[in-house]
């Protein structure tokens, strides 16, 4: 207990606006999974990270085929220079997507 109420009070700026109690009792449930909770804990957030990026590219390109979506999501999680290395694709000319460069 002491070693958590210690973590609750270091200056993490992530834990700010967290009650302290809530703080704890996070610590808590995190301690108590699994090796495998956490791994499928990890790869939800990501998921849910991913789902977020490709509908804000939809909002912003709704005119995109879902391989666009792809590309410029993929821009946004590893950036531009590793999807034009990767897949042939550059963000500021989208002509490589309809020639189908880079092809998934």
């Known amino acids: 207990m002491q070693e958590q109420k210690q973590l609750s009070q270091q200056p993490f ?7 302290p ?3 704890e009792a996070f610590i808590e449930c995190q301690r ?3 090796p495998g909770e956490k791994l499928a804990q990890v790869f939800e957030l990501n998921r849910t990270l991913r789902l ?5 590219v939809r909002k ?3 005119e995109a085929t879902e391989r666009e979506v792809f590309l410029r999501s993929l821009v946004r ?4 220079e590793l999807v034009r290395k990767a897949y042939g694709w550059d963000a500021e000319s989208s002509a490589s ?3 189908g460069v ?3």
């Not at 700026?13 to 009650?19: K, L, V």
């Not at 999680?77 to 531009?80: A, E, H, T």
């Open 13 to 19: 700026p992530w834990f700010e606006d967290t009650d």
């Open 21 to 23: 109690k809530a703080l």
């Open 32 to 34: 108590r999974m699994t």
């Open 52 to 56: 977020a990026v490709e509908a804000n």
């Open 60 to 62: 912003h390109h709704p």
């Open 77 to 80: 999680l590893i950036g531009p």
């Open 97 to 99: 997507v309809a020639a």
């Open 102 to 104: 880079g092809s998934v």
